[in-house]
Structure formats: structure tokens, C-alpha cells
């Protein structure tokens, strides 16, 4: 799995097709503008005994297998058991998978139960057996190796403590071990793919200037495939003479491969939810299971080069979305690690762009649209949530955490202002005009009015069910995205009557690492045509509504 968060998306446009069911006296149309699809941001393949290729997901907390010759997927491990981000079959067909943000190994019993095998070893990310049974796995950013007791799946807590093979090694990640016992791993930080001895320890380097290769697999021919996580390079390397060749290059951030029996890779695109087919021989690209994002959160609309454009959060970094085309673009390159990849919601305005991130990092940005870099950062705000931007740049930060409205300032990024306190759950927020903001409170299901002047809050409406994203319509209402009943509803702001836009959305997806009940913030912003854009966090979708 990545640590440095990239991506560099460039979405399939797509066609505009209908989405969630709605009545037909519904005021709004609700079609797909961008598809989404049933995986959340990929992470370790393999192929099982049964041909079907496993796939493991941290943020999504669940396995799903893929039928690669049709594209159906499934969940085998649903969330929070299925927190996974490598998985490895025992010679006896038993599935085990690494936990990274437990830290724990954990099996598949035959009764369906999860048994946790081994325990309190921080990020352990790759793992692998050997035909005869041995289990090894190895700490992403501890750079460590081990060989865990293995006897089957079961909690033995009398269990030996795993025995240290290697480490210090380059930073291994997703390894395979050879019938013969031979361990061969990519040492990403030293862009190298080593051959390891099981038993002493001693590394090999093989081939090297591979750039941050971050998983290796075998094929029937016994040479060495690898997939480098910033470039997208997939390299072929011979063994043993160490040559090296790229023989596809796919949408990075690229996170694992596998191999499947006729030799055809599979490589796992997390910044998409995608999984890509390469044929060995030529080198061309196929889509087994479609994607564009990770897990979109809020979204805001925009002119970008002379057309509207939606500005959507995503917590593999944001996106731009074309609302007439579909076309999901990015303007740079996520290779920097500086960069405010993940994000959770999005503000903007002539100048400015703000992200919010809840789930990696806390922290609010301030990018510079002329040139797409990072002006301001301010970090030490528990949760935030939704974001605003004032005219002069400076953000208005909601604080799911503490329950605060804070104000940010571009030129003294060491003031901060309580704004508003004593909010249950703040995410969503829009503007009631020059001094005053919508706030949506996610726990009492709240859609207040915020007075910036003395911070005293006016409830517009209550009894909604987890109101998240807000937008404000052009008749003065307040769209709002309630997740709780899954559906957008308008809100008068004077008298607080609610009409019902749309129902069976798709949103409430849950994150690993976000704070629930929310996780991610959903998005709702209106077009100058009067449609509306939603994104859907379960099933990486955004909506567009069109007025009937």
C-alpha cells in the first residue's frame, strides 16, 4: 500500500445515463454523470484457489473477489473484518489477510468466522506463504521482515512470537516467495527488486533504477513482474541477469498485481477503485472493474477554462469533472508528497481553492488556482469537515470534533477564530449571506443559521436524518444532502418547510479512520442551468439532477 497519497486521474468521459430510482411526480431527474463502481480504493490482489482474483481495501475495510472474466465482484469479508491491504492463501486453501490499521493477521475459518492470528505489529502490510506452509509478512515503514508461527486458523494465545528474518532491507513491500523458497520483494525506497533468503536474511539485489516499484509477482516462467507505484510502470525483469523492461504503463497510483494462469497481470489502481488487465505479450490494457474515484466527499462548481466544472473532493486527491461531458481530469501531477492529495471537502472561489482533509492527516489547504500550489496550511483542527472561502481568502472551517465554526486567515495562519461553538456534528456549510453561514449538525439533525457577528445560531430545521452537504439554490432555499433517509431535500430558509428532490441515493458510504457517523462529507452544488451535482460516496458516483 501507497504512504505517499498520488494520484493522476484521467476518468473515462462518460454518458449521462439514469441513476436512482425516483417517483415520477419527483421535480428533479436524477442521472449518472460519472459512474461510479463496486470497489473502494484497491489495494493487495492475488488470485485464489478457485481462479477468482481477491481483492484487499484498508478504506474500505472489505474482500471482494472478482470474476475477471465477467467483472462480477462480491464481498467475501465485509466491513470492519475485512480491513485489509495484502491477502495470501495457505497451501490448504485458508485465506489470511493483513490488517494494517489494527495491526493484526487475520484468517478465514471454515465456519465463517474471523480468527485474529497474530496481533499488535503496526502497519503489517505484506504477506505471503510458502507451498509447504510457512507464513511470512512484513511492517510497510518499519522495513521489517518476519516469519509468523503458523498452524491453521485459529487464536492460539500461547502462540510464539514471529521470528525477525530481515530488516532494514530498502522499505519491502507486496512480496511472492518461488516454489523453491526463494523470497524476491521491491524495496521501494531504493527503487530495487532484491532476492531474500527466508532463512539468513541476506539480501540480494537483482535489478535497480525501477523507480518506487511497490509490488513483485511470478509468472508460469518464472520471471519477475513489478509495478511502480508513482509512474504506473509495469516492468518485466529476467532473475538472473537482473534485465529489466516496461511493458505497460497504467493510470499510477498503481498498489499491487497479480498473475493470473495464463500469465495475464492484473494491477489494482486505488486513486480509482479500478482494477486493469494487461496482456503479457503486447502490453495492452483492458478494464476489469471500472472506477474514477477513491471515496468523493463535497464538491463546488467553477468556471475552469472556459467551462462549468465541478471541483469534487476525493480521498485519493480532488478532481475536476466536466458537468456537461462527464470527463474527470486532474491539472497535476500527484508525485509530490507535499501535496494535499486527500481530501474530504472542497471550497472555492476567483482566486482560491480550500480542501478539508478528515480522514489522512487533519488538516484545511489553501491552493492558488492560477498555479495550483499550496499557499496555506494549517493543521491542530481535531476533524474539519466542511469549508468556505471568504472573498479576501480566508477559510471558515467547520470542526466536527469540537463542534466549532473556526476562522482561518491566509496572511496569519496562527490566529484562529471560535466563529460559532456548541454545534452537534457541523459538516455542511454555505453562505446565508455577507455575514452569516448555513451549517448543517449531523448528530441532532440540525440545519441551523450561523451569526458570524456574536456566533448565535438559529435552527431552520430540524429532525433531518444526518444532514451533510448544503448548497444554496437559486430561489433561496437550501438544498441538503440527508443521508440518514438517503435523499436530498430543499429547505425554507424562512419558514423551514422541506420538499422532497430526490431519494435512493447513493451515499453513507462508511471510511476506516473517519469519524462516524458521518465518515465523509457527501457534496450537492447547483449549475448555472439550474441542475444539480451530488456525488455518491457508495458507489463513487456523481449525479446530476435535471429539473422536470
Not at 519477475?224 to 523492461?245: F, N, S
Not at 462548481?301 to 486527491?317: K, N, P
Not at 478528515?358 to 469549508?387: E, H, Y
Amino acid at each position: 500500500m501507497s504512504w505517499v497519497l498520488l494520484a493522476l486521474i484521467a476518468g473515462l468521459p462518460s454518458v449521462l445515463t439514469t441513476a436512482c430510482t425516483n417517483s415520477d411526480d419527483a421535480p428533479y431527474h436524477v442521472q449518472t454523470l460519472v459512474p461510479g463502481g463496486p470497489l473502494h480504493s484497491p489495494n493487495g490482489i492475488t488470485f485464489g484457489p478457485d481462479g477468482m482474483l481477491y481483492v484487499a481495501s484498508v478504506a474500505a475495510q472489505t474482500i471482494h473477489r472478482v470474476d475477471v472474466a465477467t467483472g462480477a465482484v462480491e464481498v467475501v469479508v465485509a466491513a470492519p473484518d475485512g480491513e485489509s491491504d495484502d491477502i495470501a492463501f495457505a497451501p490448504d486453501g485458508t485465506m489470511v489477510w493483513t490488517a494494517l490499521l489494527a495491526g493484526e493477521i487475520r484468517a478465514l475459518r471454515d465456519d465463517g468466522r474471523i480468527a485474529v492470528i497474530a496481533s499488535n505489529k503496526a502497519l503489517i502490510n505484506p504477506i505471503f506463504f510458502t507451498t509447504d506452509g510457512r507464513l511470512f509478512a512484513a511492517q510497510k515503514g518499519f522495513d521489517r521482515l518476519y516469519e509468523f508461527p503458523y498452524d491453521g486458523p485459529s487464536e492460539d494465545e500461547h502462540r510464539p512470537e514471529p521470528r525477525l528474518v530481515a530488516s532494514k532491507m530498502g522499505d519491502i513491500n507486496s512480496f511472492e516467495i518461488a516454489a523453491d523458497g526463494r523470497l524476491y520483494a521491491p524495496l521501494s525506497n531504493i527503487g530495487t527488486i532484491a532476492r531474500i533468503d527466508i532463512e539468513t536474511g541476506a539480501v540480494t539485489p537483482i535489478a535497480s533504477d525501477l523507480g518506487k516499484v511497490i509490488a513483485v509477482n511470478l509468472d508460469s516462467h518464472g520471471r519477475i513482474w513489478a509495478v511502480d507505484l508513482e509512474l504506473g510502470h509495469l516492468w518485466r525483469i529476467d532473475p538472473d541477469t537482473g534485465d529489466a523492461q516496461i511493458i505497460a504503463t497504467t493510470e499510477p497510483p498503481s498498489d499491487n498485481l497479480a498473475i493470473a494462469a495464463d500469465d495475464a497481470v492484473y494491477v489494482s489502481r486505488t486513486a480509482a477503485s479500478a482494477i486493469v488487465r494487461v496482456d503479457p505479450d503486447t502490453g495492452e490494457k483492458s478494464i476489469v472493474v471500472p472506477g474514477n474515484f477513491a471515496l468523493p466527499g463535497g464538491l463546488a462548481i467553477m468556471m475552469h477554462q472556459g467551462r462549468e466544472t465541478l471541483l469534487v473532493a476525493d480521498s485519493y486527491g480532488y478532481r475536476l469533472v466536466d458537468t456537461q461531458t462527464g470527463e474527470v481530469t486532474t491539472t497535476f501531477k500527484l508525485a509530490d508528497v507535499g501535496f494535499p492529495n486527500a481530501s474530504s471537502d472542497v471550497a472555492v472561489n476567483d482566486d482560491f481553492f480550500a480542501l478539508t482533509d478528515m480522514v489522512t492527516r487533519p488538516r484545511v489547504f489553501l491552493v492558488d488556482r492560477a498555479n495550483n500550489t499550496v499557499v496555506a496550511t494549517w493543521k491542530n483542527i481535531a476533524a474539519p469537515s466542511g469549508v468556505v472561502l471568504q472573498d479576501n481568502g480566508n477559510p471558515i472551517v467547520a470542526d466536527f470534533a469540537t463542534g466549532r465554526l473556526i476562522g482561518l486567515y491566509r496572511r496569519n495562519r496562527k490566529r484562529r477564530d471560535v466563529l460559532a461553538d456548541g454545534l452537534a456534528g457541523p459538516v455542511g456549510l454555505a453562505w446565508a449571506g455577507p455575514r452569516a453561514i448555513y451549517v448543517s449538525e449531523a448528530l441532532t439533525g440540525h440545519l441551523s443559521r450561523i451569526d458570524l457577528e456574536d456566533g448565535s445560531k438559529a435552527v431552520i430545521a430540524d429532525g433531518l436524518a444526518q444532514p451533510e452537504g448544503l448548497t444554496v439554490l437559486a430561489d433561496g432555499r437550501i438544498a441538503v444532502v440527508e443521508v440518514g433517509r438517503q435523499r436530498l431535500i430543499a429547505v425554507d430558509p424562512v419558514t423551514g418547510n422541506t420538499e422532497v428532490l430526490a431519494t435512493q441515493l447513493p451515499v453513507g458510504e462508511p471510511a476506516a479512520g473517519a469519524p462516524p457517523p458521518v465518515h465523509v462529507p457527501s457534496g450537492v452544488a447547483q449549475g448555472a442551468d439550474g441542475s444539480l451535482y451530488l456525488t455518491g460516496d457508495r458507489d463513487n458516483s456523481v449525479l446530476k439532477l435535471v429539473a422536470q
